[in-house]
């Protein structure tokens, strides 16, 4: 199983980006979604999960700005993020599991500028 992360940049404060985790295979029709992001000098915090059956959860820090779906038939979870704040910048991974075994994309990198 492979995830590729993508869609992060550079953004003004109060703007938005998506990101995107891309599954190797269908992995995500049976199994849960997660982002977590690490900045910098910082531990890597949970951020947002979807189940298998579409349901949502988000860290207290993201709750309203930040959406989490996804599309099985394109084997791809999105987190889109809005109002984004300067201490949203770090690097965002998703994850996935599966036969007792955790998958990591290999992140990708938000900065929001002041």
């Known amino acids: 199983v492979q995830l590729q992360a993508c869609g992060g940049g550079l953004v003004q404060a109060g703007g938005s980006l998506r990101l995107s985790c891309v599954a190797s295979?269908?992995?995500?029709?049976?199994?849960?979604v997660e982002w977590y992001r690490q900045a910098p000098g910082k531990q890597r915090e949970w951020v947002a999960g979807?189940?298998?059956?579409?349901?949502?959860a988000y860290a207290d820090s993201v709750k309203g700005r930040f959406s989490i779906s996804r599309d099985n038939s394109k084997n791809t979870v999105y987190l889109e993020m809005s109002s984004l704040r300067p201490d949203d910048t770090a690097v965002y991974y998703c994850?996935?599991?599966?036969?007792?075994?955790?998958?990591w994309g290999q992140g990708t990198l938000v900065t929001v500028s002041s």
């Open positions: 979807i189940t298998s059956g579409g349901n949502t």
């Open positions: 994850k996935t599991w599966a036969t007792g075994n955790d998958y």
């Open positions: 295979g269908s992995i995500f029709s049976h199994n849960g």
